[in-house]
């Protein structure tokens, strides 16, 4: 990852989320219990921002997931699959905190 | 707050309405047929309706041969959310308009919603959650039982009475309704409930008995509201659910005075958190169009309960026959 970090890690506190940009994209940062996580901040419903959403489990394994402040669907943290139904998700990045900084890194292009 | 301040948000946030109409107009092009309907809400509440009857009938004709709407207007499936609100404009609408092509497709939007039933009562969309789902049908056939037709209102009394009975039946004992799924915190859905499916039936003739309900729901939504005035951590959305919610339920039991407090401190909020043009889904984030329709629409609601006709508030859920007044200042700045 030899892009530039996009926060801090003292910034997201476990419990924490925060809004950065990468490549342009908004992107949802979310520490749950030490474990930093990033999805696309817009629901692929109707736009909400994710990082304003609860953070729950998943009732049927437990994995943590984010849950859309508007209309409440709901996105595992870790894949970015849309636990409600059979409906888009939102994509997930991999987060790395090294020398003090968080990197996202974007999927390749195409 | 203040009615000057009503009425100047009113114009100012109409004007920017207006100014995006290239964003909601069908007949600028293709659109989320969700905003569309948020649109032409407002478009009603302004009493705007007799002049723009080429958006009815650009709705009309986006409507599918099996008498819904599909969430985009090119996409091809219906879905029930979208097409009741998309039945409730046209019925509304065509209260002002009376069009034939708008009635007929009034009509075929009630059979879609026929057809479409479950046999417990509910309605279904992928989307949503079904009790939220449901509430939108019911809405709709809440208000065809107060304008439509007697020709319209036949079909519709019995699928009517089991979407209802479907919603009753979900009320939970602390007086919200909760989606396991879709909204475990019960804010949202309680909000549309209430306002959307149950307290209709105190101004219909063939109406259930809910006033109990009623009471129990308001009384929820109250108690829920945050220290600062809003609900769901300063979500803008939800909020403006809540209040509107507050505003007719309380109009229409008499309890002003017991939401008074709620409704003035929600409204304070909503106007603070407002963008220089529209409003945000939080405050702070950039505009949302459909947002920006929820906060006019909150507003001439709130206009509404200031009216000394305790109908008036009604009237604008389309509840009851008649058209609401603007307040004279209002009416004279549009």
Same mark, same amino acid.
Request: aromatic letters at 8%.
């Given at each position: 990852?030899?892009?530039p ?30 474990c ?13 921002p994710?990082?304003r959403g ?30 409600t139904?059979?409906h ?14 968080? &990197? ?7 | ?23 909601w107009?069908?007949t ?7 905003l ?21 009938l650009?709705?009309a ?7 819904? /709407? ?13 097409s009741a ?5 046209l ?5 002002? !308009? %009376?069009? $034939?092509?708008i009635e ?5 939007a009630?059979?879609? &919603? ?9 309605? %279904? ?8 789902? *449901? ?10 039982l107060? !304008? ?6 036949? $079909?519709?009394?019995?699928? /009517?009475?089991?979407?209802?009975? &479907? ?41 259930? $008995?809910?006033?109990p ?25 939800? *909020? ?6 507050? !505003?007719?339920i309380?109009?229409?039991?008499r ?13 304070? /909020?909503?106007?603070?958190s %407002?963008?220089?043009?529209g ?7 950039? *505009? ?16 509404? /309960?200031?009216?000394?006709? $305790? ?9 009851? *026959?008649?058209?609401?007044? &603007? ?8």
């Amino acid at each position: 990852m030899d892009r530039p970090g996009v926060a801090k890690p003292e910034e997201i506190p476990p419990g924490a989320s925060k809004l950065v940009t990468v490549d342009g994209k908004e992107v949802a940062l979310f520490n749950v219990e030490g474990c930093l996580y990033a999805l696309g901040n817009r629901c692929p419903h109707r736009g909400g921002p994710l990082v304003r959403g609860r953070l729950e489990r998943l009732p049927d394994s437990g994995a943590w997931a984010v849950r859309c402040p508007i209309h409440g669907w709901l996105f595992d943290l870790a894949s970015g699959k849309n636990a409600t139904g059979p409906h888009a998700g939102t994509p997930s990045y991999p987060v790395i905190c090294r020398d003090g900084e968080v &990197f996202v890194e974007p999927p390749p292009p195409g | 707050m203040d009615l000057d301040r009503v009425t100047a948000l009113i114009e100012s946030e109409y004007g920017f309405f207006q100014r995006e109409r290239a964003r909601w107009s069908l007949t600028a092009g293709p659109q989320d047929m969700e905003l569309v309907a948020h649109a032409l809400r407002v478009i009603l509440h302004m009493g705007k309706a007799e002049e723009s009857l080429p958006e009815y009938l650009a709705l009309a004709a986006a409507q599918h041969p099996d008498g819904g /709407w599909g969430r985009e207007s090119a996409e091809k499936e219906s879905a029930a959310w979208v097409s009741a609100f998309m039945g409730l404009m046209l019925i509304r609408g065509n209260a002002v !308009l %009376k069009h $034939p092509v708008i009635e007929q497709s009034v009509l075929k939007a009630v059979r879609y &919603f026929l057809d479409s039933q479950k046999p417990d009562g509910r309605w %279904k969309d992928a989307e949503w959650g079904d009790l939220d789902t *449901t509430s939108h049908p019911v809405s709709f056939f809440n208000v065809v039982l107060a !304008l439509g037709t007697e020709a319209m209102k036949a $079909p519709v009394r019995p699928a /009517w009475r089991k979407g209802l009975r &479907f919603i009753l039946q979900g009320q939970s004992e602390d007086g919200g309704w909760y989606d396991p799924v879709f909204h475990p915190s019960g804010v949202e859905t309680t909000a549309h409930l209430v306002q959307d499916a149950v307290i209709a039936s105190l101004f219909l003739p063939e109406g259930l $008995p809910v006033r109990p309900a009623c009471e129990k729901g308001l009384r929820w939504i109250l108690n829920h509201q945050e220290a600062e005035g809003s609900w769901d951590e300063k979500n803008v959305d939800h *909020t403006m659910d809540c209040t509107r919610s507050a !505003l007719l339920i309380s109009r229409s039991l008499r309890h002003e005075v017991l939401a008074r407090p709620t409704v003035e401190k929600a409204m304070d /909020w909503i106007a603070a958190s %407002k963008n220089e043009n529209g409003w945000p889904d939080f405050p702070g984030l950039e *505009t949302s169009l459909e947002r920006t329709c929820d906060g006019l629409d909150t507003l001439l609601k709130y206009q509404a /309960w200031c009216l000394k006709d $305790p109908l008036a508030t009604a009237r604008r859920w389309g509840y009851v *026959t008649g058209e609401t007044a &603007f307040l004279p200042a209002v009416e004279a700045k549009l």
